[in-house]
Nanobody, 123 residues
Framework: QVQLVESGGGLVQAGGSLKLSCAAS????????MAWFRQGPGKEREFVAA????????DYADSAKGRFTISRDNAKNTVYLEMNNLNPEDTAVYYC????????????????WGQGTQVTVSS
């Protein structure tokens, strides 16, 4: 069983930055691909970024490319999402997800999910 706890969300002005963290409670964290998804008000959950178990391979949604960076620290069982140049369209609950295997942009591939952290970007 994998437990994921997100943190780092909050209220930020447009153009600002936030860094989200997701701490995983599992002894073999390095065997899991990790990802971030988000769900905005009245919207479906959407892919943001994913990272392979080694951390070498990353994948981003078009909306995140050039602004967001996903990374992981396997020694700390933690994955991060650094978000820069935020805009109101980034307002959403951000979820961390884990998959024992290859990373993916598809939510259905992920077996474990955190409770989410709210990110609100004001204009």
């Amino acid at each position: 069983q994998v437990q994921l706890v997100e943190s780092g969300g909050g209220l930020v002005q447009a153009g600002g930055s936030l860094k989200l963290s997701c701490a995983a409670s599992v002894h073999n964290f390095r065997d899991y691909a990790m990802a971030w998804f988000r769900q905005g008000p009245g919207k479906e959950r959407e892919f943001v970024a994913a990272i392979s178990w080694t951390g070498v391979i990353t994948d981003y949604a078009d909306s995140a490319k050039g602004r967001f960076t996903i990374s992981r620290d396997n020694a700390k069982n933690t994955v991060y999402l650094e978000m820069n140049n935020l805009n109101p369209e980034d307002t959403a609950v951000y979820y961390c997800a884990a998959e024992f295997g290859p990373h993916s942009e598809y939510a259905r591939k992920y077996d474990y999910w955190g409770q989410g952290t709210q990110v609100t970007v004001s204009s």
